[in-house]
C-alpha cells in the first residue's frame, strides 16, 4: 500500500503513516470541489461510510483530489472524514489515475489491504445497502493477533435452548465443523445459521479460517469461569429506590435473574448500588444487566469497594469508568488491576438509557476455568408452509395465471387508493426473501445474547420471539414523530406538511415525505417514509409501518414464518407462526407485546374492519382473530361482498400471480 500511496496520508488536519489503514478494504476516491456531480456525491458517500464504521467492518477512504489548488483542496477535504492523499504530491495523483483507468469524477476504485485490485468501477456498488456486509469485521481482522488454538478444541453448541458438547478440529475447517452440528441437531444444511464466536452481532464469516474464528471466541470467554457471588436480594442497598421501594420489592431487585431490576428515583443525582458479601472475599470485578421489562440501563459506570459499610470506598481499577451493558447483552466489568479483597461492591453508575436502572451481581477471583466458545445455531423456526383455515385448490397453470394478471391490471387501475398501497405491501413481503437482504437483517440482531437471556419455561421460538421484539423495540427502533431538526438538532419540530420525494428517497420505496418545521431556528427537515426494508435496516425509525415492516423482515430472517398485517382502521403488525402450539400468533413490534390480539380492540377501543395477512405464499384475511365479535364487524365490512362460506376463512394462495384471485374478492363485482 505504501508503495501505492506513499508513506504519509493526511487526516483531518494532521498526517499518519499509510500503514495505519486499517487492512480492510480501501476505496480511493477521485473527486473534486469545483464538480458538481462530486459536490453531490461526497455527502451520500459519507453516510455510507459513517454506516459502514458504525457496523465495525474495515474500511477505509482515500480522497484522490483533482481540485486545482491547495485552499480548494484543503475546504473541500475538510468536510470529509476519511483520508487524503497530500495536494503536493500530484504526480502520484495522475498516476493513480492512469493506473486503474479513471476517466470521469466522481470516481471509487476498490483496492484489498495489500492493495490489489478489487473492483475499478465501484461508485454504484458503494451505495448498495448490501455493500458493508461485503467488507471484513475489524473484529477478524484483530483476530489474527490472536494465538491460534492449537489441537482439538471444546465448543459448546446451543440449539434451541439444548447445549451440545463439540470437539472441533480447527484445521478439518468449517465443512466438517457444519457436519458436526448437523449429525448432532439435524437441521439441513441450508437452513442452518450460525453465530457467536465472539460475534456480537450477525452470522459467523465463513470466509474467516475457522482456527482464526475459534481464537476469537476463546478470548470472548476471558474472564467467563469466574465465579458469581449471587449476592442475596436482602443483601443489597442502594442510594435511593423508585417509589421508596424496599429491597426485594418491585423496583428494588437488582439480582441478575429478576424480571425487573433496581431503579433508582429520578432526582437522586449520584446514585449507587452496594452488595454486600457477608465476608471479605476476592473481587474479580462486577456484571451488569439490563432492565428487562422496560428498556432501561446504565451506559457507564464506576466501582468502588470497602470493608466496611461506612468506607473508606477505594475505586477499583483506579477510579475508571466501565462501559454498562446493552439491552440484550449483560456486561462483565473485570478489574484490569487485578482482583481486590472486600466485602462491600458499589456500583456507581454515571450515565443511562431512559432511566438508572440495573441488574448486578458480583464475580470473585478463583472460579472454574473459562467456558468454552459457544455456537449458536439457529434452523427454521417453522417448517413447511402453514396455512391458516382450509384454503381452496387453486389451479396454477400458466393460462390461468396470465389470466389472474390481466383480471389484475384491470382491476387495479379502478382500486381505491387503498387496495393499491396494498398491493405495494406484498412486494414488500415477497421482496423478505432475498437472501442478501436476510443477511443484512441477520447482520443487526445480537442472536447470541437473546438465546442466553430465553426464559427455559416456555417454548424455545416463542421465548427467543419475547427477547426478540423486546430488543427491537428498546435496542433497535426508534419511533418518529416528527424528525429531529438537522439544522440545530432541536427536537421540538412539528410536521407542516409534505413534500415531493427526491429520486433517491424514490428509489428508497418513499412515497410519502414529511416536512417537519423546528420552533427553536426556523429550519425544516424532511422525513421520508421509506417503504425499502434494507432502508429501514439503516434509518432504524418511523411509525407502526416502518415498524412492522421491518421487523416482520427480521422475524423472517431468523426463520419464522412470518406475515405482515394490514388493519384497515391503520395500524400494522406482524404475525408469526408457532411450530409448538400450531398457530399463527399475533406480534406488535412498537408496543413489544406477543400474543395479544384482543389489544386493539378491548384496549385500545379500535372499530376494527379489515384485517389482512400478507405473506410471502398467502394472503388471508386474519380479522376474526382481532376481534370477540365477530358479527359485529360485519356491517362495517364495505368493500366486498360477504358471502356465506368467503368471508370466515377466505385464503389466497398467491402463486406468482394469483393474487387476482384475491383483489377481485376483496373488491367484489363490479356495481
Ligand atoms: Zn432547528
Known amino acids: 500500500m505504501e508503495a501505492l500511496l506513499g508513506k504519509t ?92 483507468g479513471v476517466r470521469g469524477i466522481p470516481a471509487v476504485v476498490l483496492l484489498d489491504a495489500s492493495g490489489r485490485l478489487l473492483d475499478s468501477n465501484a461508485r454504484g456498488k458503494v451505495m448498495d445497502p448490501g455493500f458493508p456486509l461485503s467488507l471484513p469485521r475489524c473484529i477478524d481482522l484483530a483476530a489474527a493477533e490472536l494465538p491460534e488454538p492449537q489441537g482439538s478444541v471444546q465448543l459448546l453448541l446451543r440449539h434451541q435452548g439444548a447445549e451440545y458438547d463439540i470437539e472441533c478440529e480447527p484445521s478439518e475447517g468449517w465443512e466438517m465443523l457444519r457436519m458436526q452440528i448437523y449429525s448432532m441437531i439435524d437441521v439441513p444444511s441450508e437452513q442452518l445459521k450460525l453465530f457467536g464466536l465472539g460475534l456480537p452481532k450477525g452470522q459467523l464469516d465463513e470466509s474467516v ?103 473508606p470506598w477505594t475505586p477499583a481499577d483506579d477510579g475508571r469508568e466501565f462501559a454498562g451493558p446493552s439491552y440484550a447483552s449483560p456486561v462483565r466489568a473485570v478489574f484490569e488491576n487485578g482482583s481486590q479483597l472486600a466485602r462491600f461492591v458499589r456500583v456507581l453508575p454515571v450515565s443511562h438509557q431512559n432511566h438508572c436502572s440495573l441488574r448486578a451481581d458480583v464475580l470473585l477471583a478463583a472460579g472454574d476455568p473459562d467456558k468454552p466458545p459457544v455456537i449458536v445455531a439457529l434452523g427454521n423456526f417453522s417448517a413447511g408452509d402453514p396455512f391458516e383455515p382450509a384454503t381452496p385448490e387453486v389451479a396454477t397453470d400458466a393460462m390461468m395465471e396470465e389470466q389472474h394478471l390481466a383480471m389484475l391490471q384491470a382491476k387495479l387501475s379502478s382500486l381505491p387508493p387503498k387496495l393499491q398501497h396494498q398491493v405495494a405491501s406484498l412486494g414488500t413481503v415477497q421482496g423478505y426473501e432475498k437472501k442478501q437482504l436476510q443477511r443484512q437483517a441477520l447482520d443487526e440482531v445480537p442472536v447470541v445474547d437473546l438465546d442466553a437471556s430465553v426464559d427455559p419455561r416456555e417454548s424455545y421460538e416463542i421465548a427467543f420471539l419475547r427477547m426478540l421484539v423486546r430488543w427491537f423495540k428498546h435496542e433497535f427502533f426508534s419511533w418518529t414523530n416528527a424528525p429531529r431538526c438537522e439544522h440545530c438538532g432541536s427536537t421540538e419540530t412539528k410536521t407542516v406538511g409534505r413534500a415531493e420525494p427526491t429520486p433517491e428517497e424514490q428509489h428508497f420505496k418513499a412515497n410519502t415525505v414529511e416536512v417537519a418545521a423546528c420552533s427553536k431556528c426556523g429550519g425544516q427537515t424532511r422525513f421520508p417514509r421509506y417503504n425499502d426494508p ?38 400494522v403488525w406482524t404475525e408469526i407462526f408457532s411450530d409448538s402450539s400450531k398457530r399463527w400468533i399475533h406480534v406488535d413490534s412498537c408496543e413489544a407485546a406477543v400474543d395479544a390480539p384482543l389489544m386493539y380492540e378491548k384496549g385500545w377501543g379500535k372499530k376494527l374492519t379489515y384485517c389482512i395477512g400478507f405473506a410471502r405464499d398467502h394472503v388471508v384475511d386474519v380479522s376474526k382473530r382481532y376481534t370477540q365479535n365477530f358479527e359485529e364487524l360485519l356491517p362495517r365490512r364495505t368493500q366486498c361482498s360477504e358471502e356465506a362460506g368467503t368471508c370466515m376463512a377466505p385464503a389466497w394462495h398467491l402463486h406468482g400471480t394469483c393474487m387476482g384471485i384475491y383483489m377481485a374478492s376483496l373488491v367484489g363485482p363490479e356495481p
Open 209 to 311: 479460517p475457522l482456527p482464526r474464528a475459534l481464537a476469537r471466541g476463546i478470548e470472548a470467554q476471558k474472564h467467563s469461569g469466574l465465579q458469581l457471588a449471587k449476592v442475596p436480594l436482602d443483601a443489597r442497598r442502594a442510594s435511593s429506590s423508585w417509589n421508596d421501594d424496599k429491597p426485594g420489592e418491585r423496583h428494588h431487585t437488582g439480582t441478575l435473574d429478576s424480571a425487573s431490576a433496581w431503579c433508582a428515583k429520578k432526582e437522586d443525582c449520584n446514585p449507587w448500588y452496594q452488595l454486600d458479601l457477608g465476608e471479605v472475599q476476592n473481587v474479580a470485578g462486577v456484571m451488569l444487566a439490563a432492565r428487562l421489562d422496560v428498556g432501561q440501563w446504565v451506559t457507564r459506570f464506576r466501582v468502588e469497594l470497602s470493608d466496611s459499610e461506612d468506607g
Open 534 to 571: 434494507a432502508k429501514l435496516l439503516q434509518t432504524r425509525t418511523g411509525r407502526c409501518g416502518e415498524w412492522a415492516n421491518c421487523f416482520t423482515l427480521v422475524c423472517r430472517s431468523l426463520g419464522y414464518e412470518a406475515r405482515h398485517i394490514h388493519d384497515w382502521t391503520d395500524h
Open 9 to 100: 496520508l493526511l487526516h483531518g488536519k494532521g498526517e499518519v503513516a499509510t500503514p495505519s489503514l486499517q487492512g480492510g478494504v480501501v476505496a480511493l476516491y477521485f473527486s473534486a470541489g469545483w464538480c458538481p456531480p462530486c459536490k453531490g456525491f461526497t455527502p451520500q458517500f459519507r453516510k455510507v461510510y459513517d454506516h459502514v464504521k458504525s457496523k465495525n467492518r474495515a474500511f477505509d477512504v482515500v480522497f484522490v483530489s483533482s481540485d486545482r489548488d491547495e485552499n480548494s483542496f484543503r475546504e473541500y477535504f475538510s468536510t470529509m472524514p476519511w483520508h487524503a492523499l497530500p495536494f503536493s504530491d500530484r504526480p502520484r495523483q495522475q498516476q493513480l489515475s492512469t493506473m486503474f
